[in-house]
T-cell receptor, first 113, second 114 residues
Framework: DTEVTQTPKHLVMGMTNKKSLKCEQH?????MYWYKQKAKKPPELMFV???????INESVPSRFSPECPNSSLLNLHLHALQPEDSALYLC????????????FGQGTRLTVV | AQSVTQPDIHITVSEGASLELRCNYS??????LFWYVQSPGQGLQLLLK??????LVQGIKGFEAEFKRSQSSFNLRKPSVHWSDAAEYFC????????????FGKGTMLLVSP
């Protein structure tokens, strides 16, 4: 199994809603990432988890709250988002050893209305 | 600080013609370099990677890339483009391990004309 699975694929939420994005991998990767990608732009790093601990937060607003409950699962909790937060949210995982690459999920297309 | 420059925002190539996408990087140590491809609304798929050794690396779908340290470049090539190659291509640089972050270029959109 070499997949990173993200659910849901599409999400529409209001600015007062609370929702969560889910990312799952069963490759034993102990580094997991959240990226945000706006249209026609490259992915921008949001968070990095290493061994289930948050190691990098790229100054992301607190309305985005990541969680890594176990080595296979990564969540992104969303609350009080703004329309400008609409984007494709990508999850990735990577082995922690040298000479490895990141595997990306298919993303969640989020629309905030 | 690490950075990646992809100077071409769009490239149009005729089907069957050859392709070269340019990538220049800046990295303080030995770079780990990647090319990813993204179809609209999809995730990123790894085409190829360079860590060390032979500077010409082969990837999936008939792509190859050449690492040139003296020019800080890692250009992607394909001898004959297919219509299905139309997509966005991202070059990325990062460190050796899973703890390190990837920095992406702005991407090059490849259009394939019949």
């Amino acid at each position: 199994d070499t997949e990173v699975t993200q659910t849901p694929k599409h999400l529409v939420m209001g600015m007062t809603n609370k929702k969560s994005l889910k990312c799952e991998q069963h490759m034993g990767h102990r580094a997991m990432y959240w990226y945000k990608q706006k249209a026609k732009k490259p992915p921008e790093l949001m968070f990095v988890y290493s061994y289930e601990k948050l190691s990098i937060n790229e100054s992301v607003p607190s309305r985005f709250s990541p969680e890594c409950p176990n080595s296979s699962l990564l969540n992104l909790h969303l609350h009080a988002l703004q329309p400008e937060d609409s984007a494709l949210y990508l999850c990735a995982s990577r082995p922690t050893g040298r000479g490895t690459e990141a595997f990306f999920g298919q993303g969640t297309r989020l629309t905030v209305v | 600080a690490q950075s990646v420059t992809q100077p071409d925002i769009h490239i149009t190539v005729s089907e069957g013609a050859s392709l070269e996408l340019r990538c220049n990087y800046s990295y303080g140590a030995t770079p780990y370099l990647f090319w990813y491809v993204q179809s609209p609304g999809q995730g990123l798929q790894l085409l190829l990677k360079y860590f060390s050794g032979d500077t010409l690396v082969q990837g999936i779908k008939g792509f190859e890339a050449e690492f040139k340290r003296s020019q800080s470049s890692f250009n992607l090539r394909k001898p004959s483009v297919h219509w299905s190659d139309a997509a966005e291509y991202f070059c990325a640089v990062g460190g050796p391990s899973g703890y390190s972050t990837l920095t992406f270029g702005k991407g090059t959109m490849l259009l394939v004309s019949p």
